[in-house]
């Protein structure tokens, strides 16, 4: 057990825990642009402690999703402006959107009636044009599981092929 603990110190630098090196790259790859999890990050995407629940497998084949069910088209109709938009919230005739196009995503208000909205054919999750490898997907799964129940439990890279 002393050499799996020395060989991990030898490559990373560090003896820190799968969740810790999940964090950490839940940070450095932009995860935590859009999603928020155990109070660090911007809950702008999906809450992810619900698939945190679920297998390994299941949250790598979300994670490597190119297209995602909540982002679609937006189209300003007055000067033509299109970006890739996510809806949090419609009120008073108006929608509140995260243009995906920047980094970090800027939010919008905007008349509803001033846009029209249509299905998302070209804007990917950044995770999927990334391409993070399995370890490194198998440490920010291990990471939202830990958020979403507190199990520290390992996530080995052949779970999330």
């Known amino acids: 057990m002393l050499w799996i603990v020395m060989l991990l110190f030898a490559q990373t630098g560090s003896a820190q825990t799968q ?10 790859k932009g995860c935590s642009t ?3 999890l155990k109070g660090k990050g911007t809950a702008i995407g999906p809450d992810l402690t619900g698939i945190g629940h ?3 497998a299941a949250i790598a084949m979300a994670v490597r999703s190119s297209v995602t069910q909540y982002v679609e088209t937006i189209k300003v109709k007055e000067g033509g402006e299109t970006f890739p938009g996510y809806t949090v919230s419609k009120e008073g ?8 196009s920047k980094n970090p995503p800027e939010k919008k208000v905007l008349a ?3 846009v029209t909205k249509s299905g998302n054919d070209k804007w990917k999750h950044p995770p999927a044009a990334a ?4 370890v ?11 958020a979403a129940s507190g199990s520290r439990k390992a996530v080995d890279p052949s779970e999330v092929q």
């Open 93 to 100: 005739g108006n929608i509140t959107v995260f243009d995906l």
């Open 19 to 28: 969740v810790e090196r999940g964090e950490a790259l839940f940070a450095e």
């Open 54 to 56: 679920v297998t390994p």
């Open 136 to 146: 490194a997907l198998a440490d920010i799964v291990a990471y939202i599981r830990f």
């Open 131 to 134: 391409k993070i490898d399995n």
């Open 112 to 114: 509803e009636s001033a």
């Open 34 to 36: 859009c999603h928020a």
